[in-house]
């Protein structure tokens, strides 16, 4: 079993509409979450953190559940520009290496 | 801004050639990796550096090894290149400061192995 798991997609979604991303991992010692985004073309990029409380960035909003051990991240009314692929990221407490979700793809349709 | 910066965006060389990825970073971080990445199978860790002249083994170090002299530069090595090392490979660096776990990514170099 791979120790994260993303659908890949491709999600095909329009403009303005809410779309999510769901991510689960296997080691319940993950201490650390993380949302990247990778452009076409382009590296990852950190996106956003995700904190066990959830949190909120303008349209972007990610959520951890440790009990079924899953992450998710949620754009609402989204733009053209969101289109790229989305990669859930997880970390163990005191190892710097990260393991990384195989990405989601997402284009914005006008 | 952080900036990682790799040799060659775009490289070809034959089966049995000894390849040479070179990645520099300018935010004198202590963590410096090397990633593949590939279609349907995303990023995987091939070898990853804590520390000057240290060096440990990630998900798939077969076939590769790795050099680091000095803090900032991060050299990944395919000894005996195979049509199978067709790929994207990623460098990316990060600082163990703050235990933020951020990397900061190179822009790419994408090898073609014939």
């Known amino acids: 079993r791979k120790e994260v798991e993303q659908d890949p997609g491709p999600f095909n979604v329009p403009e303005g509409a809410t779309v999510a991303f769901n991510c689960t991992y296997s080691n319940s010692a993950s201490q650390s979450f993380f949302w990247y985004r990778q452009d076409c073309r382009k590296e990852p990029k950190l996106l956003m953190s995700?904190?066990?409380s959830g949190n909120e960035d303008g349209r972007f909003t990610a959520q951890l559940n440790r009990a079924s051990q899953y992450i998710s991240l949620l754009i609402r009314d989204s733009k053209l520009s969101d289109s790229a692929t989305y990669l859930c990221v997880v970390a163990w407490f005191g190892n710097e290496k990260l393991t990384f979700g195989t990405g989601a793809r997402l284009t914005i349709i006008p | 801004d952080v900036k990682v910066t790799q040799s060659s965006r775009y490289l070809v060389k034959r089966t049995g050639e000894k390849v040479f990825l070179e990645c520099v970073q300018d935010m004198d971080h202590e963590n410096m990796f090397w990633y593949r990445q590939d279609p349907g199978l995303g990023l995987r860790l091939i070898y990853f550096s804590y520390d000057v002249k240290m060096k440990e083994k990630g998900d798939i170090p077969e076939g590769y090894s790795v050099s680091r002299e000095k803090k900032e530069r991060f050299s990944l090595i395919l000894e005996s290149a195979s049509t199978n090392q067709t790929s994207m490979y990623l460098c990316a660096s990060s600082s163990s400061d703050r235990g933020t776990y951020e990397q900061y990514f190179g822009p790419g170099t994408r090898l073609t192995v014939t």
């Open positions: 995700v904190y066990s």
